[in-house]
Nanobody
Framework: QVQLVESGGGSVQAGGSLRLSCAASKYAYSSACMGWSREAPGKEREGIAAVDSERRGTYADSVKGRFTISKDNTKNTLYLQMNDLKPEDTAMYYC????????????????WGQGTQVTVSS
């Protein structure tokens, strides 16, 4: 059963940092790839980072160089370290599992958690 529970969201000022965590069930964590999506008010949900079983990360251009995705196999947990946050990063952030694809982030997401809110003020 796919279970994904996000945490770590909050409110920060521009330039600040947050680390999101996603506690995954064993089944979810065994997915070929995992990642993070976000959805801002009035916008479509977008994938922003993904990691494969070899722990290779891929990123959307909007977060490249500022966000880092990682996994802890001892805890079945996925992380997203977010630095130099900007007001446009304000969104609900979702952990996701998926299958490999040749397009975009290289992971086609198919299941999501409930999300954690990130708000960045200027």
């Amino acid at each position: 059963q796919v279970q994904l529970v996000e945490s770590g969201g909050g409110s920060v000022q521009a330039g600040g940092s947050l680390r999101l965590s996603c506690a995954a069930s064993k089944y979810a964590y065994s997915s070929a790839c995992m990642g993070w999506s976000r959805e801002a008010p009035g916008k479509e949900r977008e994938g922003i980072a993904a990691v494969d079983s070899e722990r290779r990360g891929t990123y959307a251009d909007s977060v490249k160089g500022r966000f880092t995705i990682s996994k802890d196999n001892t805890k079945n947990t996925l992380y997203l370290q977010m630095n130099d946050l900007k007001p446009e990063d304000t969104a609900m952030y979702y952990c996701a599992t998926g299958r490999p694809t040749f397009y975009g982030l290289g992971c086609r997401f198919g299941a999501w958690g409930q999300g954690t809110q990130v708000t960045v003020s200027s």
